[in-house]
């Protein structure tokens, strides 16, 4: 499983050498600004897996409720590709956490109230992650959340649930490890309400066009299927 305070990048693109039992790949850049390699908790960039690595950004920079994210240019100057990713789980209660909202969703049933992170789908074998915006490594308290219960909708900024016994269900993505077993290589991110993955497209089903909108899309968690697009690397130093 995957430890997401350790940085990865993706290697689409790019061969990996193996010399001696260690994997060397092509020297790749953190995206995200020095403040935020240096902040506690974790900051860091995450990239598309598709040519060019384009990084999860928030577009404009601007640190507002509604803004949407956006796939840009990797850039270790630029701060709106500074995100901190936090394991709503990894606190000895955390998997108890319960929902702050009543929804129906074709992944989860209906989400009520009482319904904890154990209950998810696929628990056992994922994270369940926030994913914070936090320009030059300072926590905004506007987290990347899907906006409709049907899903199918591109994803904005809202402001980060902040009750530590609750999780909101539209901003909780479900993280598992693709690569090759425990390597944290490739990632998806599923969100809870009806199992849609953290999808880099545009409308037309291209991908790694900057200024493309990060949507939620796909029924990939229960089809088994990975789109491209719907893979996902933290960039490494």
């Known amino acids: 499983m995957l430890d997401i305070r350790k940085r990865y990048f993706a290697l689409a693109g790019a061969g990996a050498i193996v010399a001696g039992g260690l994997a060397l790949a092509a020297p790749a850049a953190s995206a995200s600004t020095h403040a935020c390699d240096l902040a506690t908790p974790l900051c860091q960039s995450m990239n598309a897996e598709v040519p060019g690595l384009p990084d999860l950004d928030v577009q404009g920079g601007a640190a507002v409720s509604g803004n949407v994210l956006i796939v840009f240019t990797r850039s270790n100057t630029d701060k709106a590709e500074d995100f901190v990713f936090t394991n709503l789980g990894a606190s000895g209660s955390g998997m108890a956490r319960t929902s702050t909202f009543d929804v129906t969703g074709s992944y989860s049933g209906h ?115 990975i789109h491209t697009g719907q893979l996902w690397g933290f960039n490494g130093n």
């Not at 090759?180 to 490739?186: E, K």
């Not at 309400?193 to 899309?217: C, E, M, Y």
């Open 111 to 225: 989400i009520t109230l009482a319904t904890p992170l154990s209950a998810l789908p696929n628990a056992a074998t994922t994270r369940p992650t926030q994913i914070q915006y936090a320009p030059l490594g300072v926590a905004s308290g506007l987290c990347v959340s899907s906006v409709n219960p049907n899903g199918f909708a591109s994803v904005q900024l809202r402001h980060c649930n902040t009750d530590p016994t609750k999780f909101n269900p539209y901003q909780t993505f479900q993280l598992k490890d693709t690569g090759n077993p425990g390597d944290g290589q490739f990632m998806t991110f599923t969100e809870v309400i009806n199992g849609h993955l953290l999808t880099d497209p545009r409308n037309d089903g291209s991908i790694g066009v900057k200024g493309a909108r990060i949507q939620v899309r796909f029924a990939g968690s229960g089809t088994g299927v």
